[in-house]
T-cell receptor, first 116, second 116 residues
Framework: GAVVSQHPSRVICKSGTSVKIECRSL??????MFWYRQFPKQSLMLMAT?????????EQGVEKDKFLINHASLTLSTLTVTSAHPEDSSFYIC????????????FGPGTRLTVL | GENVEQHPSTLSVQEGDSAVIKCTYS??????FPWYKQELGKRPQLIID?????GEKKDQRIAVTLNKTAKHFSLHITETQPEDSAVYFC???????????????FGKGTHLIIQP
């Protein structure tokens, strides 16, 4: 199956700092990558859809200036949480999909962000 | 946008019995319906999926049924085992190709507890 990795797995930062999370497709080129957020004991909520070489599409209610997404290559997408605050503490999970190759989204292992 | 309702939120069954989790969706344009199993702090794992041209799909102890007219789909697990204990999420997407070009809308999840 397709393998998706995320780095870091856990990060703790101070309020007001920025944090970058990487999502990589290891054995395939991802046409599209998705970013989800999951609060404790809640469901996954789609934040944005990212296509290589183009601007990300954000879901309603997600601040694009706060959650910067860059999809510079077919195997890497990054999510930067800018000026993080405690309410941004969450589990961030990416998924990747490749047109014509795989028939579903494959999820990364997630990144646990804690903002102090 | 799509809205996915999932019931029950918690389900406790005796080991060896069957478990059924139900979801309804609102967008008649949805075509792809995956089910995920998620253990605490880990990524969602796809356990079975179904597309709108099929009414039922089975994989060993797991089956999914889809009623497009009524806009609901269900997960059936037979002969439950302790390792089936986890949180299960249903999801929906308009993209027929495995939810690839579109993000997934998730239900709120069902905590399945298998009593020994």
């Amino acid at each position: 199956g397709a393998v998706v990795s995320q780095h870091p797995s856990r990060v703790i930062c101070k309020s007001g700092t920025s944090v970058k999370i990487e999502c990589r497709s290891l054995d395939f080129q991802a046409t599209t990558m998705f970013w989800y957020r999951q609060f404790p004991k809640q469901s996954l909520m789609l934040m944005a859809t990212s296509n290589e070489g183009s601007k990300a599409t954000y879901e309603q209610g997600v601040e694009k200036d706060k959650f910067l997404i860059n999809h510079a290559s077919l195997t890497l997408s990054t999510l930067t949480v800018t000026s993080a605050h405690p309410e941004d503490s969450s589990f961030y999970i990416c998924s990747a999909w490749a047109s014509g190759r795989i028939d579903t989204q494959y999820f990364g292992p997630g990144t646990r962000l804690t903002v102090l | 946008g799509e809205n996915v309702e999932q019931h029950p939120s918690t389900l406790s069954v005796q080991e060896g019995d069957s478990a059924v989790i139900k979801c309804t969706y609102s967008d008649s344009a949805s075509n792809y319906f995956p089910w995920y199993k998620q253990e605490l702090g880990k990524r969602p794992q796809l356990i079975i999926d179904i597309r709108s041209n099929v009414g039922e799909k089975k994989d060993q102890r797991i089956a999914v049924t889809l009623n497009k007219t009524a806009k609901h789909f269900s997960l059936h697990i037979t002969e439950t085992q302790p390792e089936d204990s986890a949180v299960y999420f249903c999801a929906a997407s308009p993209s027929y190709s495995g939810g690839g070009a579109d993000g997934l809308t998730f239900g709120k999840g069902t905590h399945l507890i298998i009593q020994p």
